[in-house]
Every structure is written in structure tokens, then in C-alpha cells.
């Protein structure tokens, strides 16, 4: 074996090992399984030091195991659009959609944060889709009312927002989503208009 073959064989190591921690945290996610870091060990398969060693908290492996979404592959279905209204409608549903999917994952995200807060726990996806969103309008905008805007919206297309919706107006899931697409297109069209 050649020495730069012995750190690629490392390092690919590390790479797998780091894949199955956020695997196994995914499918504990999908299964309602055991969200602890023990739990998230035994299913990777690692003894709990190793999946430490790659993630200093839970929070941070949450973070990365709901953090798979690719914003302009799921704008897809409305790339041809120029109608920021159509397209900040399909983002909220698309994030409201996904809060719905990883819920336990993102209310401890959000607890943890709330009990300890850091800078950049949370990945802000949804600012990454505000903005995809907005592109064909903030083009010709002014810069101010594209940054009010995305501000508004980041309150609105929001796993808060969507727990609100949830837990204090009795909303079931589905419907909550729908609240905020309307809410966010509602939103869209007065400031674009």
C-alpha cells in the first residue's frame, strides 16, 4: 500500500462513517425511533464516543440529517414560472411539507436552541428558498422592499409558524400547511403588486 492510498482509505472511512450516522438518524426520524445520541449510535452502529466524535451534540446531527433538501431541485415544478406569487406558494408548501415529515427532529432543534442558544444551529433552509423564489421579481425590485419581504416571509414560511398553527389554533397538519401557502402568498402579492 502506498502512502497517499493510506489517508484516501482513511479518510473514505471517515466518509462512511460519517454517512451512516446521518443515515441511521434519518430513519430513527422517519420510524419515530430512539433520538437520543445512544440511540443514533446503536443504529449507526458506533459506539456513542465515535458518534461524538463526528457530531459534538444532537443538535447539530439533527441539523444535518433534515438539512437534505436541494432548494432548486425542489423549485423544479415551478423553474419556468417568473410569478413570485406561484413560486413562494410552492416553497412554503414544499418547507411546510418537510417540517410536517421531520417534526420531532425540528421541535428539539428548536427546543435545544431555545435552552442554549448558539449562532447557526439551525440551517435557515428557508431562506435559501425565500430568495430562489423571489429571484425572477427581485431582479427589477428595489433591494429594500426584496429584503423586507424576505424578512416577512422567513416569519411566516417557518416551523414555528407551523407549530402555531398546530398547537394553538388546533390545526391538523394539512392544514396547517395550507394556512401558510395562503398566508405567503397573500403575503407575496401584496408586496409585489
Aim: proline share 6%; with cysteine; net charge neutral.
Amino acid at each position: 500500500m502506498t502512502e497517499t492510498a493510506r489517508p484516501t482509505q482513511r479518510s473514505n472511512q471517515k466518509e462512511r462513517t460519517r454517512a451512516a450516522i446521518v443515515t441511521a438518524t434519518q430513519e430513527l426520524i422517519e420510524t419515530n425511533g430512539d433520538l437520543t445520541m445512544p440511540g443514533v449510535a446503536a443504529a449507526a452502529r458506533v459506539s456513542e464516543a465515535t458518534a461524538y466524535r463526528y457530531f459534538p451534540d444532537l443538535v447539530t446531527l439533527l441539523g444535518e440529517a433534515v438539512n437534505r433538501m436541494d432548494p432548486k431541485a425542489a423549485m423544479e415544478p415551478v423553474a419556468g414560472s417568473v410569478d413570485p406569487v406561484e413560486r413562494i406558494g410552492h416553497a412554503a408548501e414544499v418547507l411546510g411539507r418537510a417540517v410536517v415529515r421531520h417534526e420531532r427532529a425540528i421541535r428539539a432543534i428548536i427546543a435545544a436552541t431555545i435552552v442554549q442558544p448558539r449562532p447557526v444551529v439551525r440551517p435557515g433552509n428557508r431562506f435559501a428558498f425565500i430568495r430562489l423564489a423571489l429571484e425572477p421579481w427581485s431582479a427589477t425590485a428595489a433591494p429594500a422592499a426584496v429584503d423586507r419581504l424576505t424578512r416577512e416571509l422567513a416569519v411566516v414560511i417557518s416551523a414555528e409558524a407551523l407549530f402555531t398553527l398546530v398547537d394553538m389554533c388546533d390545526l391538523d397538519p394539512e392544514d396547517a400547511v395550507a394556512s401558510l401557502v395562503r398566508t405567503a402568498r397573500t403575503l407575496t402579492t401584496v408586496a409585489t403588486a
